[in-house]
């Protein structure tokens, strides 16, 4: 069973507006990583947030993690047209598993 | 750096038939593994391995081989094709259980008719 699931399924926004997406998991993890992928393409590692960290940053990347609520959130200010992508994110025990992803379309 | 590259990148096979899918890295990572992804879905991961000689199985490991005999080199077989591995099939790699994150293959493409 998927271990990450990401909320929502799909985002539409425009250009220069922020976007948010959710993964929630299940159980203890030792990180939490958000990757892009366009279509067609592989999966490219966007950020790690470790178990024992509660934000990150990464150029216009906001990442936070909440255990106690077994969640985490992707910000990404200032939306570009080139965001447009599917966002995924893997949580870490042992292996990483992967969630369904959210679909973000940013139009220009 | 060619970093993690995976061959072929597309293949037909027809059902009842056997292929390996090569992926390669060329950065030591000690742990590699391998995703399948469907059409509007994540990745659920089929095998792995944290270092040569060791292999584990992952979510939907049912039909699928995997050996690691050097540190480089993780090839996925396919024993007996079956329309129901049509799909994506991504290789990828880290240093230790993706402490640092992983790098990912471009992807195989198979359809099984």
């Known amino acids: 069973s998927q271990q990450g699931e990401e909320d929502p399924q799909a985002l539409s926004i425009q250009e220069g507006e922020n976007a948010t997406m959710n993964c929630s998991y299940k159980?203890?993890?030792?990180?939490l990583q958000w990757y892009r992928q366009n279509s067609g393409r592989g999966l490219v590692h966007l950020i790690l947030?470790?178990?024992?960290?509660r934000e990150k940053h990464s150029g216009r990347l906001r990442v936070t993690l909440d255990t106690s609520k077994k969640s985490s959130s992707l910000l990404i200010t200032a939306s570009r047209a080139a965001d447009t992508a599917s966002y995924f994110c893997?949580?870490?025990?042992?292996?990483?598993?992967f969630g369904d992803g959210t679909t973000l379309t940013v139009k220009p | 750096n060619a970093g993690v590259t995976q061959t072929p990148k597309f293949q037909v096979l027809k059902t009842g038939q056997s292929m390996t899918l090569q992926c390669a890295q060329d950065?030591?990572?000690?742990?590699m593994s391998w995703y399948r992804q469907d059409p509007g879905m994540g990745l659920r991961l089929i095998h792995y391995?944290?270092?040569?000689?060791?292999?584990d199985q992952g979510e939907v490991p049912n039909g699928y081989n995997v050996s690691r005999s050097t540190t480089e080199d993780f090839p996925l077989r396919l024993l007996s094709a079956a329309p129901s591995q049509t799909s994506v099939y991504f290789c990828?790699?880290?240093?230790?259980?993706?402490?640092?994150?992983?790098?990912f293959g471009s992807g195989t493409r198979l359809t099984v008719v």
């Open positions: 990828a790699s880290s240093t230790g259980t993706g402490f640092y994150g992983y790098t």
């Open positions: 159980t203890s993890i030792n990180n």
């Open positions: 950065m030591n990572h000690e742990y």
């Open positions: 893997a949580t870490t025990t042992d292996k990483s598993t």
């Open positions: 947030i470790r178990s024992n960290e």
């Open positions: 391995s944290v270092g040569a000689g060791i292999t």
